[in-house]
């Protein structure tokens, strides 16, 4: 808030799903999923914006990528930053929240991501009797992009601030570049 137009001015990718538990088990040796007994299928949740950092960097150096964050420490001890700007490495990292907003948007104006009605593309918590789901097994947005208004939040790389948005750029904005928490999107399965 307030509503504006933003430009993003270099392409970007996102995953179809959220990380499951299963990825980020081969990835990084742990689990730390509260739901675990939910399966390998569905989304890691319990994890820090510095673990899902520290997961990007392990996933681009897996694909001979650069590491878009620097990080000392291991699994809930490990403290990042980023290492670059968003927009400068090739790398895997957390979406800015105008990307994230993109993706989910997806051209369309609608309430959730793809759809006016939460049950069709949301576990929330009406639906979800208390407990995360197997990723994608809701419709998907326009762009094929599940669970992106529910089941868990999602990290993205910008720092939270209230009032951001009443001056932040219009074209690739890049967050605060300092702050107290980092912003999540998207809604979990309690909300």
């Known amino acids: 808030s307030p509503v504006h137009s933003v430009t993003l001015t270099s392409s970007f990718y996102v995953s179809q799903t959220e990380?499951?538990?299963?990825?980020?088990?081969s990835v990084t040796g742990t689990n730390?999923?509260?739901f675990d007994e939910c399966g390998e299928d569905c989304p890691v949740e319990n994890v820090t914006w510095h673990q899902a950092a520290d997961f990007a960097n392990a996933v681009s150096v897996e694909e001979g990528l650069n590491e878009c964050y620097t990080c000392t420490g291991?699994?809930?001890?490990?403290d990042c930053e980023e290492a670059?700007?968003?927009?400068?490495?090739?790398?895997?990292?957390?979406?800015?929240?105008?990307e994230w907003e993109a993706a989910a948007r997806c051209g369309e104006d609608t309430l959730y991501s793809g759809s006016v009605v939460a049950d069709d593309v949301a576990w929330f918590a009406l639906n979800?009797?208390?407990v995360t789901h197997p990723?994608?097994?809701?419709?998907s947005?326009?762009?094929?992009l599940h669970d992106m208004s529910g089941n868990v939040w999602e990290w993205t790389g910008d720092w939270y601030g209230s009032t951001y948005y009443e001056s932040s750029p219009d074209s690739d904005p890049e967050g605060l570049?300092?702050?107290?928490?980092?912003?999540g999107r998207g809604g979990c399965w309690a909300y």
């Not at 570049?177 to 912003?183: D, F």
């Open 74 to 78: 291991s699994d809930s001890d490990v």
């Open 32 to 34: 730390p999923s509260v």
């Open 84 to 98: 670059v700007g968003p927009y400068d490495c090739d790398g895997y990292r957390l979406p800015t929240e105008a």
């Open 135 to 139: 990723v994608g097994n809701k419709s």
């Open 177 to 183: 570049s300092s702050g107290t928490t980092r912003a």
């Open 128 to 130: 979800s009797s208390s």
């Open 141 to 144: 947005n326009a762009c094929g």
């Open 19 to 25: 990380v499951t538990q299963g990825q980020y088990l």
